[in-house]
């Protein structure tokens, strides 16, 4: 019962996996290579193309063929053949190869079927797939650059040492002018830190994104420091200068 079996498997495996095998049986592997232009996957082709095949160690010639016709005889390796889809008729073709031996044995390769089309139509198939990427992209960028905008001009208004929302990239420093603003989501990462552009003084700089505690005693920086300008006692010369600016005014 159990040798029956297992020879029904046997039988059954071998029987599925028969067809499967005609093809890798080949003696003469062929592929093909795409050199400059459009393949789809599913086998439509147009432009230069490159058919390489392997074989036995003995192989003295190849000869390639597109249906019928050959194509090119290769008698030393590297056995390929390069070819212009377009100068061979446009539609479904079969490429296959045979080989020859050193004993003079003839060798088959396995048939691969491709359709050659125009260079429109390859043109067309890679804008569909190219285009809305690229519309993805360049929406992408509008969209990041109108927020960066439009959160700029909101932040330019807001008072000194106001406490803000620095969403979900987090906030970082000013380099420059020390003031805290928040990260944009979509600005570029770069390892270290998102490429920014500082809302208040325009210093570009690589920032990384600093604890909230941080970030709230720079708003109250902010504060002091204008504090600290408005308190600051005049030197002698601005002291003289503005006397000299109200008594102008004065004497008008
Ligand atoms: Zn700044």
């Known amino acids: ?37 459009y393949s789809s996957g599913a086998g439509d082709i ?18 390639f063929y597109l249906d019928e016709e050959a194509m090119g005889e290769v ?6 053949l390069r070819f212009n ?32 089309v125009t260079a429109e139509e390859g043109f067309q198939a890679g804008a569909r797939i190219v285009l809305p990427l690229l519309g993805v992209a360049f929406a992408a960028i509008i969209f990041s650059s109108l927020l960066a905008f439009w959160g700029s001009g909101k932040l330019k208004q807001l008072p000194l040492g106001a406490p803000r929302n620095y969403g979900v990239a987090g906030g970082a420093i000013c380099v420059r002018c020390g003031r805290p603003f928040p990260r944009h989501f979509f ?6 830190g998102k490429l920014e552009r500082c809302p208040f003084c325009g210093k570009w ?18 504060l002091e420091g204008a504090q600290s300008v408005m308190t600051a006692p005049l030197s002698e010369g601005e002291a003289l200068r503005k006397e000299l600016d109200n008594s102008r005014y004065i004497d008008l």
């Open 75 to 80: 008698a030393q390796p590297p056995f390929e």
């Open 46 to 63: 147009q432009g230069l193309f490159t058919i390489y095949v392997a074989g036995p160690e003995d192989l003295v010639k190849v000869t």
């Open 85 to 116: 889809t377009d100068n061979y008729p446009l539609g479904v073709h079969t490429i296959s190869a045979i080989g020859l031996t050193s004993a003079g044995r003839e060798v088959r390769s396995n048939e691969l079927r491709v359709k050659f």
């Open 1 to 37: 019962m159990r040798t029956s079996l297992l020879l029904l498997f046997c039988a059954l495996s071998f029987a599925f996996a028969a067809p499967a095998f005609a093809q890798d049986d080949a003696e003469l592997k062929l592929r093909l290579s795409r050199t400059f232009g």
């Open 187 to 192: 600005s570029l990462n770069l390892l270290i």
């Open 205 to 222: 700089a690589i920032v990384a994104a600093v604890p909230l505690e941080k970030l709230r005693a720079a708003e109250q920086a902010e």
